[in-house]
């Protein structure tokens, strides 16, 4: 089986569903080959920065500035994920379906980054093959200095680094295998392991707009 871990720094206070998700995460990816790595640390992750990247983090609790980083962190927590295959980002307003059915070791294997988003980098579901070619990806943006040390979120993760893989020759996939992240009263239902939104199977489910746990 490969080995996955989602790598989620964290700065402020958790949801309210959060002891739901954690228990979500079990059932649902740890069977699956996944393992997360929560990072509450905020001082540590300044340091982090400072240390392998020479620039000050600009982000403070509650905002969303860390998502820039979302690109940087297999280089970030590099020592961290060694003996993983993939590393990734994804986010606690999630749940998972039977994800095994998509995400299989052998659609995996013959990629080296995949989003499910179809068309950019996804922050609540991409994985990236642990392989120093990919953890560096960010440095072919032009000045990417500059988009990690503006102090408010900016999504360049969907953007310009989006780009810069499309244009770097790795091994990439998007897809969709998710219900409408845009849907605010969704109707989900969760069986046999299996995720459904309106009746179809998706593979995942970002409640973004309602914040509410929807199972």
């Known amino acids: 089986m490969i080995k996955k ?9 958790f949801p309210e569903w959060m002891e739901r ?23 540590g992750f300044k340091k ?11 982000g403070f609790p509650g905002t969303g500035k860390v998502w820039d980083y979302r690109g940087l962190l ?5 020592e961290e994920i060694k003996g993983y295959d993939f590393w990734g980002h994804t986010d606690f307003d999630c749940v998972y379906g039977d994800v095994d059915k998509w995400v299989t070791d052998e659609f995996l294997s013959s990629l080296d980054v995949h989003s499910n988003h ?25 000045n990417w200095q500059d988009f990690l040390i503006k102090p408010e979120s900016n999504g360049w993760v969907e953007k310009e ?8 020759g790795l091994r ?11 849907d605010e009263n969704p ?23 309602s914040k509410k746990w929807p199972i």
């Open 21 to 43: 998700y954690q228990a979500h995460f079990n059932e649902t990816l740890k069977p699956a080959g996944y393992d997360i790595l929560v990072d509450t640390d905020l001082g």
């Open 172 to 182: 990439y996939k998007y897809t969709f295998w998710q219900g409408n992240p845009w």
């Open 5 to 13: 871990i989602f790598i989620c720094p964290y700065f402020g206070e």
């Open 118 to 142: 179809n068309t950019y980098i996804m922050g609540a579901w991409t994985l990236y093959r642990n392989i120093s070619e990919v953890r560096e990806l960010f440095k072919k943006v032009k």
């Open 74 to 78: 297999g280089f970030l927590y590099e």
């Open 187 to 209: 109707k989900l239902k969760k069986e046999n392991g299996k995720l459904y939104q309106d009746g179809k199977e998706v593979m995942m489910f970002h409640f973004r707009h």
């Open 48 to 58: 982090r920065v400072k240390d392998k990247l020479g620039i000050e983090y600009p």
């Open 161 to 168: 680094f989006s780009r810069a893989l499309e244009q770097s």
